[in-house]
């Protein structure tokens, strides 16, 4: 749903033009070097999301002040994929929906309020706010608790197979990958669909 490049950038660029004298290219290239191993190291619960949020910034010597700005440039330059919201209108009348993000709390609302997609989910789950994280098994349990589904009759729809298709493995969901790039599938995560927009899930 929402188109998370596009979002990072526009936050980014914020945060480059506030914060750093550094040329944009080393300043992507240093941020992509810190944040994508740290998003790792979270998915392994080899460190929490707290030390995430700021560490990232740390390993570039930026103080907790630069943590916060960005987080709130997230929320204010929040784009949808175009075929989003006639997406989520159309499968709305069809299916029970479940929003299961993974991201910081305070930043997800921000964007659920600006996007005003919410309203198309039974439930919003995010992740933090329940003590899980993705691709605990459990993170969907606990959404299809609420939904009062089985794994057996719940689609998981995600553009992330680690992420996303191994939260779905885990808890025995079938996976939708969203895959926009063409990207090679992911070795070990079964996927039960392929589909390159949402207009098509």
Known sequence: MVDYARTERGAL???????FRMGRAEFLTRFHAANEPLWAAYREHRITLAELRLERWARMGALPSVAVAFEDALGRNVTLFPEARAALRHLSRRFRLALVTDGIAHVQRAKLRRTRIGGFFEHVVIAPEVGLRKPDGELLHHTLDLLEAESGDALMVGD???SDGGCAQAAGVDFCWVNRTQAPPA???PVHRT???LRTV
Do not use: D
């Open 13 to 19: 660029h914020e945060v480059h033009h506030r914060f």
């Open 160 to 162: 992330s197979p680690a």
């Open 187 to 189: 070795p070990g995560i």
């Open 195 to 197: 589909v390159a927009c």
